[in-house]
């Protein structure tokens, strides 16, 4: 029997959710027309489409009670993403170096999953106003586009806003948050946004413009990697941008809960969360490790190649932020290998980052831990702890599938684009750096190369696992099973 979805209650949202990003066009279209730029007309077809699309939807629904409930909230941000990108990615069609359907999509769906990767070969013949969005796409899409939505209507303030923000703010320890999600979101974009008019005002200081400070703040506190320029972080040849966005990466990669209590006062919950605490190390672990390899390699020789160059790094890479500074694959192979595992483990749940995070990896670790005792001790109880909280077995199952179904997406993916010629190394890079929402290349797609290389159908591949990826696998892949569609 079919379950009864309020497809209405959907449409009425989605139709908001339209007129919210029509606005955001207006932002990037003033810079263009002051400029004169001829990629004006772009954001005017994207801000048309969603204005009018958005009028019409909003009309025709307005007077639709919301009933969103656990199904709507998956079909929501499923859809709302879907079609933010598409209409997101016209000002990079009409704009004054045009890219492919392919491409533009590719490019949009990066900006606003926070991966990075791109398919412009050359970013500094773009305009002010089309750097500009690419920014703002992943500022936006760093804590979610349903989460922002769920800041500025005041209709979601209810059990259907909580639906929303459970489907797509998957990792943030609920039980911490106020009741009233509305103003859960607003806090959260509070912290947010201070955070990046911080960062934005300490960039400005150093070498960088306004303009630049700007854009790199928005995709640097998102965990985004997207620049203005195309030699990225190390355009500027400066140890103090390297050392202001690397705290900063660090920061993005926190759970905004823990950010969300300390602007609360509860500075204790900060210091002594078990997740931070293995976020923080796995970071020193890999520095060290990176460092080694270096001096080994003989390219520790200043202050810079031995302290920033791995430590920054090493936060670029685990916060999914995919800035580059220097060419990580001349460092050997086993560089390359600490590099996969840093995109595989990610920071921690509840951040702007990607990948499997170290919440999940910190339950499974002590989980093995128990495991490995019991057939020592079969009769002994064992439980998995983090946080001081004990972690039901339903979660331990969930967090076990959720791993197994991300290694799975990984190997499919890799199949496909080996079919089409792509070679075994770059094709499992691509795919890892895709679903972990990372956007480092390497081989083909890396700094003799770029993502443009690839096919088009390949693409659209890659284009799907950045947003499985970035909704957290699940709130996707329900919507290919016939029980989301039936009772």
């Not at 170096?97 to 050359?122: K, N, Q």
């Not at 204790?268 to 997740?275: G, P, T």
């Not at 990896?361 to 909280?389: D, F, I």
């Amino acid at each position: 029997m079919k379950i009864e979805i309020s497809y209405r209650s959907v449409a009425r949202v989605l139709g908001q959710l339209l007129l919210v990003e029509g606005g955001l066009l207006l932002v990037p279209l003033a810079l263009e027309i002051i400029d004169r730029e001829p990629g004006w007309r772009g954001f005017v077809a994207g801000a048309v489409v969603a204005l009018g699309g958005g009028t019409v939807m909003w009309r025709m629904f307005r007077h639709t009670p919301l009933r969103l409930k656990r199904r709507e909230g998956f079909m929501l941000v499923s859809f709302g993403w879907i079609i933010f990108s598409l209409i997101g990615m016209l000002p990079f069609i009409f704009c004054a170096h045009p890219l492919s359907v392919a491409d533009a999509f590719f490019e949009t769906v990066s900006g606003f999953t926070t991966t990075g990767a791109t398919t412009i070969s050359d970013v500094e013949v773009l305009s002010k106003g089309v750097l500009l969005w690419r920014s703002m796409l992943q500022w936006i899409g760093g804590l979610g586009i349903l989460l922002f939505m769920l800041a500025v209507l005041p209709s979601l303030n209810d059990g259907s806003g909580l639906s929303v923000y459970n489907a797509e703010v998957t990792g943030i320890t609920h039980d911490k948050l106020r009741p009233r999600i509305r103003y859960t979101a607003n806090c959260l974009w509070a912290i947010y946004g201070v955070l990046t008019l911080v960062l934005m005002l300490l960039l400005w200081a150093g070498p960088m413009s306004l303009f630049d400070s700007v854009c790199h703040a928005m995709t640097a506190i998102s965990t985004g990697g997207f620049s203005t320029r195309n030699a990225s972080i190390a355009y500027w040849h400066s140890d103090y941008v390297t050392g202001v966005l690397t705290v900063f990466m660090f920061v993005g990669g926190v759970n905004f809960a823990l950010l969300y209590g300390a602007w609360q006062g509860d500075w204790r919950s900060l210091w002594c969360n078990d997740v931070l605490r293995a976020y923080a190390l796995i970071v020193a672990l890999g520095y060290l490790a990176f460092l080694i390899t270096l001096i080994a390699e003989g390219r520790a020789d200043t202050v810079s190649h031995w302290l920033f160059d791995p430590l920054f790094h090493v936060v670029s890479t685990i916060t999914t932020t995919g800035y580059t500074l220097a060419d990580f694959s001349v460092w050997g192979t086993f560089a390359l290998l600490l590099t996969l595992l840093l995109m595989l483990s990610g920071a921690c749940a509840g951040s702007t980052t990607g990948a499997i995070k170290a919440d999940r990896l910190l339950a499974l670790v002590r989980n093995l831990n128990n495991e490995v005792k019991k057939s020592v001790a079969p009769k002994r109880m064992y439980v998995v702890r983090v946080n001081g909280r004990v972690v039901p077995d339903e979660d331990m199952a969930r967090i076990s599938a959720f791993i197994t179904i991300y290694g799975v997406l990984i190997v499919i993916g890799a199949l496909i684009v080996t079919a089409y010629g792509i070679s075994l190394d770059d094709a499992f890079f691509a795919v890892i750096s895709c679903v972990g929402n990372n956007g480092l290349g390497y081989g083909l797609t890396g700094s003799a190369g770029g993502y443009h290389l690839l096919p088009d159908a390949v693409k659209w591949v890659l284009s799907l696992m950045m947003l499985t990826g970035r909704l957290e696998l699940f709130s996707v892949l329900v919507l290919f099973f016939r029980i989301f569609w039936r009772r």
